[in-house]
């Protein structure tokens, strides 16, 4: 899996991850509950992390980016 940008969509107990590659292709669809997200953002190859902007968002951008990935909000 070449993942280059990833999209999450944050919600309060549910987060859908949303992965493409470098020419836009779907490569990564996942339901995931809020208290794996972390673990599972860690999993994942280094990439761009694309958030919406909401109330949470910037704690989620710093989590983010300590599992060393790039936060976009």
């Known amino acids: 899996m070449n993942l ?15 992965g493409v590659d470098e020419h836009g292709r779907e490569v990564l669809k996942k339901k995931v509950y ?7 953002i860690s999993k994942l190859k280094r990439c761009r992390v694309v958030l919406e902007s909401c109330g949470g968002a910037n704690y989620w ?13």
């Open 4 to 18: 280059k940008i990833l999209g999450v969509d944050i919600a309060k107990n549910v987060f859908h991850f949303h």
């Open 34 to 40: 809020r208290s794996e997200f972390l673990c599972e």
């Open 61 to 73: 951008a710093r989590e983010i980016e300590r599992a060393g990935h790039k936060s976009q909000l």
